[in-house]
Each structure stands twice: as structure tokens, then as C-alpha cells.
């Protein structure tokens, strides 16, 4: 079982790796990619994504493929951690 922490943690890498994804493709990344840079099963990724749904960190249209985006609360929480790790 993960901590509030490591949850925290790990939402930031998915937002990090959907921020990357939309900046050099122009579309979100996929479950598998995420899976792989993140070392986790693709099960683990969807259970973080449907947490980070239901906490209002991103949003998807589940009749659409690569439909993933990061809502304002997603942004701001990407923000404050990039912010923390520049005050570092």
C-alpha cells in the first residue's frame, strides 16, 4: 500500500510524463508509455489515472482514444512540485 506521499509522488511523474508527451507530440502519452517510463504495470498506471480522476487531476473521454488532459487542479499541483524541485 502506498502513502499519501508516495501517491503524491507518483501523481507528479504521470502529470511530468503527460506534460513531456503533449510538448514534444502533441497528444497525451499512452498507457503502455506511461507503464514503461514509469516501470509499472499498465494495471498500476490506471489505478493512479482513475485516483487522479477522482481527486480532479485529469480527465478523459472514455469513448475517445488519447483523450487524457490535465485539469486546473492537475496543473496547479504541477506547478507547486516544480516549483518545490527549482527551490532545491
Given at each position: 500500500m502506498l502513502t499519501p506521499k508516495q501517491w503524491r509522488d507518483r501523481y507528479i511523474q504521470i502529470?511530468?510524463?503527460?506534460?513531456?508527451?503533449?510538448?514534444?507530440r502533441g497528444c497525451p502519452?499512452?498507457?503502455e508509455s506511461m507503464s514503461t517510463s514509469l516501470y509499472l504495470s499498465k494495471a498500476s498506471v490506471q489505478v493512479a489515472l482513475v485516483h487522479m480522476q477522482r481527486a480532479g487531476l485529469v480527465n478523459w473521454d472514455r469513448h475517445r482514444?488519447?483523450?487524457?488532459w490535465v485539469t486546473t487542479d492537475g496543473?496547479?499541483?504541477?506547478?507547486?512540485?516544480?516549483?518545490?524541485?527549482?527551490?532545491?
Open positions: 502529470l511530468t510524463l503527460i506534460d513531456q508527451s503533449l510538448n514534444s502519452p499512452t498507457l482514444p488519447q483523450s487524457l496543473f496547479r499541483l504541477y506547478e507547486e512540485a516544480t516549483d518545490d524541485d527549482a527551490k532545491k
